[in-house]
T-cell receptor
Framework: DQQVKQNSPSLSVQEGRISILNCDYT??????FLWYKKYPAEGPTFLIS?????DKNEDGRFTVFLNKSAKHLSLHIVPSQPGDSAVYFC?????????FGTGTSLTVIP | NAGVMQNPRHLVRRRGQEARLRCSPM?????VYWYRQLPEEGLKFMVY????????ESGMPKERFSAEFPKEGPSILRIQQVVRGDSAAYFC??????????????FGPGTRLTVT
């Protein structure tokens, strides 16, 4: 009963192009959404978040889009840089709990 | 300005032994979350604690697992009589606040538990 799904386990993108990472969730009651970035042998690092009252939040090269009717969340990174190569997790927050997706491994090719 | 610290980073236990995982939150943080990441899976919430209180343990297995966050000292995740299925990476995160601001979770580097 995966509450949050990231259907693409990996993604490769050329440096300078756009990276689009996708995430689907099951419960329309979720109201806060987050993206985390994780390097090997480190813990996840918070990247960007969005509340359900918005459909877009932008922070520098990172933009998160929320489509509530489709229960779909995406993270856009533009332009992509080699240092962006990491595993990206989407997560939803409800009350005390956070539900994480299985992650998408992004490789940015120089 | 140390971040969240977890030790040990790697822990090997034989089946039936006990595993103790420690988490020292960031200075000033009084909220701790524990997560487990099984191979090829995402992080799964286990428990949320404040100092001396378990707030939400709905993600904890009913048996063999326990967690505490004493007034002094680190938070401890304890797994008794470990089995091979307990092999995973265990992450701790701390937060200064609760409620909506709890998205400000700062993760430790994790403890990788291997049960042989």
């Amino acid at each position: 009963d995966q509450q949050v799904k990231q259907n693409s386990p990996s993604l490769s993108v050329q440096e300078g192009r756009i990276s689009i990472l996708n995430c689907d969730y099951t419960n329309s009651m979720f109201d806060y959404f987050l993206w985390y970035k994780k390097y090997p042998a480190e813990g996840p690092t918070f990247l960007i978040s969005i509340s359900s009252i918005k459909d877009k939040n932008e922070d520098g090269r990172f933009t998160v889009f929320l489509n509530k009717s489709a229960k779909h969340l995406s993270l856009h990174i533009v332009p992509s840089q080699p240092g962006d190569s990491a595993v990206y997790f989407c997560a939803v927050n409800t009350g005390n709990q956070f539900y994480f997706g299985t992650g998408t491994s992004l490789t940015v090719i120089p | 300005n140390a971040g969240v610290m977890q030790n040990p980073r790697h822990l090997v236990r034989r089946r039936g032994q006990e595993a103790r995982l420690r988490c020292s939150p960031m200075k000033g943080h009084s909220h701790v979350y524990w997560y487990r990441q099984l191979p090829e899976e995402g992080l799964k919430f286990m428990v949320y604690l404040q100092k001396e209180n378990i707030i939400d343990e709905s993600g904890m297995p009913k048996e063999r697992f326990s967690a505490e966050f004493p007034k002094e000292g680190p938070s401890i995740l304890r797994i008794q009589q470990v089995v091979r299925g307990d092999s995973a990476a265990y992450f701790c995160a701390s937060s200064p606040l609760t409620g909506r601001a709890s998205y400000e979770q700062y993760f430790g580097p994790g403890t990788r538990l291997t049960v042989t």
